[in-house]
């Protein structure tokens, strides 16, 4: 159980480009989606948390117009980097939360390589 | 001092060693604690979630988390290559589903066949 599927797994393309990056929870309902940024060799970067229905909150030094976060149900959430430039080539990772309490840990997606020319 | 120290590695050890992998950690408001193990270009897979202090087992993984001393553990029995990975502890004070979790920086690990 806990299933989280993200989607491209990896991405290139050109300078300008915009790309969208979706997360899906498959088997349990997410009210809380969590968006990771990960560079070579180091740890998971908080992005931003998504939360369905509403604006996302979006972590110190995280561009919101750059990186353009959509929790339109409980089950998707879509990240869409704005304009990528080089320096946007990275891992991205989402994970999600079940249940509304709390008391369970994030599960993650595969991950999305996005490398931009 | 960051939230969560961990030491990075990169750890070798032979097929069938004990492998241990520690985090401290400074706030004292973490009450939930986890170990992923990730792959390279894969996303963690969640191993062990653990609350507050105490011992959990799980086939040849057992997690141990002391609070008083802020130090949460990961040992590895009978290791094997598949093992080889790099393991993230995580922590989080979780009143609510919005909290943060804190990851640590990984430690990489290899078992040498």
């Known amino acids: 159980g806990a299933v989280v599927s993200q989607h491209p797994s990896w991405v290139i393309c050109k300078s300008g480009t915009s790309v969208k990056i979706e997360c899906r929870s498959l088997?349990?309902?997410?009210?809380?989606m969590f968006w990771y940024r990960q560079f070579p060799k180091q740890s998971l970067m908080l992005m931003a948390t998504?939360?369905?229905?509403?604006?996302?909150?979006?972590e110190q030094g995280v561009e919101k117009d750059k990186f353009l976060i959509n929790h339109a149900s409980l089950t998707l959430s879509t990240l869409t980097v704005t304009s990528a430039h080089p320096e946007d080539s990275s891992f991205y990772i989402c994970?999600?939360?079940?249940?509304?309490?709390?008391?369970?840990?994030?599960?993650f997606g595969d991950g999305t390589r996005l490398s931009i020319l | 001092q960051k939230e969560v120290e961990q030491d990075p590695g990169p750890l070798s050890v032979p097929e069938g060693a004990i492998v241990s992998l520690n985090c401290t950690y400074s706030?004292?408001?973490?009450?939930?604690f986890m170990w992923y193990r990730q792959y390279s270009r894969k996303g963690p897979e969640l191993l062990m979630y653990?609350?507050?202090?105490g011992n959990k087992e799980d086939g040849r993984f057992t997690a141990q988390v002391d609070k008083s001393s802020k130090y949460i553990s990961l040992f590895i029995r009978d290791s094997q290559p598949s093992d080889s990975a790099t393991y993230l502890c995580?922590?989080?004070?979780?009143?609510?589903?919005?909290?943060?979790?804190?990851f640590g920086p990984g430690t990489s690990l290899s078992v040498i066949p």
């Open positions: 998504s939360n369905e229905g509403s604006k996302a909150t979006y």
């Open positions: 994970s999600a939360n079940p249940g509304i309490i709390g008391n369970q840990p994030q599960h």
């Open positions: 995580a922590m989080s004070a979780r009143k609510t589903s919005y909290d943060k979790v804190i």
């Open positions: 706030n004292s408001a973490f009450q939930y």
């Open positions: 088997d349990f309902q997410a009210t809380t």
């Open positions: 653990t609350y507050s202090s």
